[in-house]
């Protein structure tokens, strides 16, 4: 198929057109220019007449650029004409022509300082917005509690089991590594630098009581709001786009009771459990560093551990953690709920799932040491 | 129209396309013509939506033969398929719009990957192709959450025109539609199909459908092609299936319709 021309001459005030080859969308990129040009503001021209009779093929591309420029030529008060327009193309030019082909104008938009401060205000107000959430959907828990209390078989037992391994059982492994990794390392550079001092003891005592009142605990919580947390989110925000969580409420189910409070069971219980076992394998790789790295033997390490630590550093650790546990769950469960039809908007929860919950994992652990130091622990 | 000896935009032959060990198609021939509305009817899973997705590559086949616009899909290299993807458009039962574009980006997306127009045409082409369907132009700037089923299926429309396709494939294009809606959107597709002279493959169990816009009717039954020809045809089959599809309770409406006008 021949590229589609437009062959022009100039008559005086009369301007002949004539269409040849096919007008198709393959080669509109060629033909807009051939109309721009003769569509340009002139004078001299009073009236257009298009020829149309060597027209090979036509298509909604081809008419629209006609048609375009026919628009032009009316409103420069051009007289314009079509002569010889197959009958087969009739119908699309009347489609093309019944278009108005304007974009509403867009809204006008705010100057950019107004806009920042406009969005730095939306982004306080939902600052305001997340803490009445969360702390409408941890009164919610308290109430599906209560009812689970008073009426114990409707507990999801099952569905908390589930989760119970999926958050629980299944991350051991990677919790075990990074935390034994994060003691060695701490080990390794309290080695190095207490050295200096011929302190090389005292990364006993450093590393036993850092490992278990903050760093097993933040560790796992950071570690849980990743994999679990996001998860969590990712879930009930697909269940919702999906209408499955509506489909619950009019069957006379809160969503609550039956999707949230089992996962949010489960992670309480299996964030303390991870948080001794991450704690106890970073104890495991700083005595292995200390050992091999600073020549502190296992024996010298273990009673050196148990002047340094009591019950009580174990105790701050291992407190801290259903709480951050709840924290996590209540978040992510907020999160997932907010999910609108996107993709995107999916994506976008699931990410901020994720940066909340260790923003204030980490402000709760803040607050947890103030608590603690003013009670003396 | 010009009535030309139709062309046979779509040849199928002795197709075998098995699912998890279990033949979904045995042995499909069939011819679809350009400047036609074949409708595709089926009992619900004898393998329709399996055929269309086997025609457009979405699904591999065991034997047989595919060939799109005189190109064998086997043979044909990735440019000459990218050619061939480029002359139809496929409109998905639930629509499938990208959820993060705009509905006019989404009309937009094929015109940006495979035509280098200005920016300016490509969005006048987009509000034509709105505008086409029967929307409003405002639509542009919507996202698809925004929008209602039949706005969806339209918008989805309007990107399966988007480059001026030869053959249109729709699957179940009036489902979940209410009946005017269904009945306008008929109109619609008969109007763009007269209008650019398509080859529309339609697959759908609306029997109104059926009546009002295709021109040819094929009946897939058994992994096979069970009958194939006008309305009439069809209403005149001894087909069992065929009699209880046609002649059963929900048929009566749509067929006094016809033997009315």
């Known amino acids: ?377 | 129209m010009a009535k030309t000896p139709a062309e046979a935009v779509i040849r199928v032959r002795d197709l075998v396309v098995e699912l998890k060990a279990h033949r979904v198609l045995n042995g499909i021939n069939l011819d679809v013509y350009r400047g036609e509305i074949l409708g595709f009817v089926g009992a619900s899973g004898a393998g329709k939506s399996v055929l269309l997705r086997t025609i457009i590559g979405l699904l591999p086949k065991q034997q047989g033969r595919i060939e799109v616009l005189g190109t064998d899909l086997d043979q044909a290299d990735e440019d000459q398929r990218q050619a061939i993807e480029r002359r139809w458009g496929i409109l998905f039962q639930q629509g499938a719009l990208f959820s993060s574009l705009t509905a006019g980006q989404n009309v937009e997306f094929p015109i940006v990957e495979y035509l280098d127009v200005s920016d300016r045409l490509m969005t006048e082409m987009a509000i034509t192709k709105l505008e086409m369907v029967g929307l409003k132009p405002d639509v542009y700037r919507k996202y698809p959450s925004e929008l209602s089923g039949g706005m969806i299926k339209r918008v989805a429309l309007a990107r399966a025109l988007a480059l001026d396709p030869e053959i249109l494939f729709l699957d179940e294009p009036t489902s979940g539609l209410d009946p005017i809606s269904a009945g306008d959107f008929d109109q619609l597709i008969l109007t763009l199909q007269r209008t650019s002279n398509m080859a529309v493959f339609m697959v759908t169990h609306d029997l109104d459908s059926l009546h009002t816009i295709c021109d040819r009717i094929a009946v897939l039954s058994e992994g096979q092609i069970g009958e194939a020809g006008t309305m009439a045809t069809m209403l005149a089959s001894q087909h069992p299936w065929l009699r209880a599809y046609f002649h059963g309770a929900r048929a009566r409406t749509g067929r006094q319709a016809v033997v009315e006008s």
């Open chain 1, 1 to 377: 198929m021949t590229a589609g021309t437009l062959l022009s001459q100039s008559r005086g005030d009369r301007l002949d057109l004539a269409v040849t080859g096919s007008w198709t969308a393959e080669h509109a990129r060629t033909i807009e220019p051939l109309v721009d040009a003769v569509t340009r503001p002139n004078s001299a021209v009073r009236s257009v007449a298009i020829d149309m009779t060597r027209a090979e093929r036509i298509d909604t591309y081809g008419a629209w650029l006609l048609e375009r420029a026919l628009r032009t030529w009316t409103s420069q008060g051009c007289a314009t004409g079509i002569a010889g327009l197959p009958e087969d193309y009739r119908g699309l030019f009347e489609k093309v022509r019944a278009g108005t082909h304007k974009l509403t104008p867009e809204p006008p938009r705010p100057n950019s300082i107004m806009a920042t401060l406009e969005s730095v205000g939306r982004n306080v107000a939902k600052v305001a917005d997340d803490f009445v959430l969360q702390t409408i959907m941890a009164g919610s828990l308290v109430v599906a509690l209560k009812r689970i209390l008073l009426r114990p078989t409707t507990f999801r037992l099952t569905s908390m089991v589930n989760h119970l391994e999926r958050v629980g059982w299944r991350a051991v492994p990677i919790i075990l590594l990074i935390t034994f990794l994060i003691g060695a390392i701490l080990a390794q550079q309290g080695i190095f630098h207490f050295r200096k001092f011929g302190a090389d003891i005292y990364v006993i005592d450093m590393v036993g009581v850092l490992v278990l009142r903050e760093v097993g605990v933040l560790i796992v919580c950071i570690m849980v709001a990743g994999r679990s947390g996001s998860s969590y989110t990712a879930e009930l925000g697909s269940m919702k786009m999906r209408e499955e969580v509506d489909a619950l409420r009019t069957m006379g189910f809160d969503p609550v009771e039956v999707l949230i409070l089992p996962r949010i069971v489960a992670l309480v219980i299996a964030v303390p459990i991870l948080t001794f076992l991450g704690s106890m394998a970073a104890l495991y790789g700083g005595g292995l560093v200390s050992w091999f790295y600073g020549g502190i033997e296992p024996p010298v390490f273990l009673s050196r551990l148990k002047e340094a630590i009591s019950v009580e550093t174990f105790a701050v650790g291992i407190i801290k953690a259903p709480f951050m546990a709840l924290l996590i769950g209540i978040v992510a469960c907020v999160e997932g709920l907010q999910v609108e039809g996107s993709a995107e908007s999916l994506g976008e929860q699931t990410t901020s799932s994720v940066v909340k919950s260790i923003f204030l994992v980490i402000v709760l652990d803040g607050f947890f040491a103030i608590f603690f130091a003013s009670i003396g622990m």
